[in-house]
C-alpha cells in the first residue's frame, strides 16, 4: 500500500487529487496544521491520553496535555514523536484524526490530501512511519516534505539565489541546521534533544542544588519566563521566579525562589551543543557558500530559539551575525502550507 519515491514521498490510494488539502507539522511537543484556503493555523499540544487496556483514545492535544503527570492508572499520555521523529504511528493517526474533526464541525474530513513534515536525513523505515501515520489518519495521498525545506519556505528565503542561506531549526526533541541554495539543501545536520534538553537541565539542576523535585511543566515555566544565556543584561536586579516542589528530603511540599543567573551553567551545554552542531555544518561545505554567511548571517527558528539570551550567545559563540526569524514557532507550517499550495516548488528527485 505505500508507495515512496525520493524527496516527495507519497502514498496514493483510489483517488489521484482530493479536495480538501491539510499541511501538517508533527513535532514532539506541538502540532500545527493548516488548511489549503484558509490563513488560520491550529496549534495543538502533540500528546492524547490513551486508555491503557484498549488503546481508546481518551483525550487529545492541549487537554492531553494538561493531564501530563495527573493521570490515572487506567490511562497514559502518550507522545508520538521522540526525539523529533514518528515513534509510535497509530497514536498519531489518533491525534491527527482528533485534531482534523474537531476543526470540521466534529465530522471526518472525506479523501484528503496531506502534506507531512518530516525531518531530514530519515531512515526509509522512518519515513515509512509518517506515510503510515498519514494513511491510518484518513488521508487518500500523503506527501512527505523535509521540515529545513519547508522551514526555508516558510522564511521566504529567495528560491532562486545561488548564495547560502543558513536557518537553525531548535524544536523540542531536535535541532536541525541546513544550509541552504537556490531553493535546495545542501548541506544539512540534525541533532537529537532540543528545548526539551533545557526544561530536563533545569529539572536536574533544581533537584541537585535545592533537594527539590518540580515537575516537566514547572521546569517549562522556568525555561519560558526566567531562563536566560546572558541574565545580567536583563536588568540591574537578575529576574527571580516563585517554584512550587516536593522536597526530595522531607516529601513535604515546598516553595523556591529561583534566580536567572544560578541557572546558566545548567543551560549552557544544550547552547553549546547548537553551536557546535552549526559548526559542524559549515564544515562540509565550500569556502564560497561559508563567505556568504558572514554578511547574512544565521537564521534561527523553531519555538525553542525563543531560549532568551540564545541570539546573542551563539552570535559572539560562532562570532557570525545571528538572527531571530519573525514567528519562528510559524516557519515550518507556512512552508508546508506553501508547498500544498504549489507542489510544484517542491525541489523534485535528482534535482
Ligand atoms: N519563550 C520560550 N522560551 C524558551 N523555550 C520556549 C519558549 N517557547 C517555547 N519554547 C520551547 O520550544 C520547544 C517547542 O518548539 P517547537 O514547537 O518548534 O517544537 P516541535 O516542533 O514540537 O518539536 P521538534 O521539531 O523538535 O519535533 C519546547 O521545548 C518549548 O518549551
Ligand atoms: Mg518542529
Known sequence: MLASAGPGDRTHH??????????????????????????????????VVLQKRTGALLLAGDEALAAVERTPRHAEVVFPVKDGVMADAEAAALLI????????????????????????????????????????????????????????AGLRLPRKDPKAHLICEIGAGQCQVALLSMGGVAQACRIRGGGEEWTRAIRAYVRSAHHLLIGTPTATEVKHHLADLNPLNEAEQAPRLLVQGRDLITSIPRSLKLHAEELGAAILPQAEKIGQTIRQTLQGCSAELTGDLVDRGILLCGSGAHLRGLTEWLASHLDCPVHLAEDPHQAVIRGLSHFMNEPSDLPQAGD
Open 14 to 47: 483510489m483517488f489521484s487529487f482530493s479536495s480538501n488539502r491539510f499541511a501538517i507539522d508533527l513535532g514532539t511537543a506541538r502540532l500545527r496544521v493548516a488548511k489549503s484556503g484558509s490563513d488560520t493555523i491550529v496549534d495543538e499540544a502533540s500528546s
Open 97 to 152: 484524526q482528533h485534531i482534523l474533526k474537531k476543526g470540521n464541525k466534529d465530522r471526518t474530513p472525506a479523501r484528503f490530501h496531506l502534506t507531512l513534515g518530516v525531518p531530514t536525513g530519515l531512515t526509509r523505515v522512518e519515513r515509512n512511519a509518517y506515510l503510515e501515520a498519514g494513511a491510518r489518519s484518513g488521508a487518500a495521498e500523503v506527501e512527505l516534505v523535509e521540515t529545513t525545506l519547508a522551514a526555508a
